[in-house]
C-alpha cells in the first residue's frame, strides 16, 4: 500500500493543523494506521495510533491535543492537531502494517514558530 501525506505547513504557536494520509487502497481491512514525527537530531516517535475499531492511543505529548481519525470511505487517515506548540516541530510521517508489512509515507514537515 502506498501512503500519502499532506497538510503540514508554517504555524504560530497555538494555532492548528490538519494532516490527511491518503492511502492507494482500501484501508477498512487494515488494523493498525499511525502517525509518527521526526524532529532533528531526534528519534522517530509515535504520536498517535488508530486500529480498525476505531480504539486510539496516544504519546503523552499528544493527548487532549491531537485527534486521530481514519475515513474509510475516502481511504483517508487524518491527524487534527490544536494548541500547537513549538516542540511540535517535526517531520510527520503517516504509516500503516497490513499483510504482515509497516508501510510509510513520505512526510509532511510541520513548523511551529512566531
Known amino acids: 500500500v502506498q501512503l500519502q501525506a499532506s497538510g503540514g505547513g508554517l504555524v504560530q504557536p497555538g494555532g492548528s493543523l490538519r494532516l490527511s494520509c491518503a492511502a492507494s487502497?482500501?484501508?477498512?481491512?487494515?488494523?493498525?494506521m499511525a502517525w509518527y514525527r521526526q524532529a532533528p537530531g531526534k528519534e522517530r516517535e509515535l504520536v498517535a495510533a488508530?486500529?480498525?475499531?476505531?480504539?486510539?492511543n496516544y504519546a503523552d505529548s499528544a493527548r487532549g491535543r491531537f485527534t486521530v481519525s481514519r475515513d474509510n470511505a475516502k481511504n483517508t487517515m487524518n491527524l487534527q492537531m490544536n494548541s500547537l506548540k513549538p516542540e511540535d516541530t517535526a517531520t510527520y510521517y503517516c504509516?500503516?502494517?497490513?499483510?504482515?508489512?509497516?508501510?510509510w509515507g513520505q512526510g509532511t514537515q510541520v513548523t511551529v514558530s512566531s
Open positions: 504509516s500503516a502494517i497490513t499483510g504482515g508489512q509497516k508501510y
Open positions: 488508530i486500529l480498525r475499531t476505531g480504539n486510539t
Open positions: 487502497e482500501n484501508i477498512i481491512g487494515i488494523n493498525f
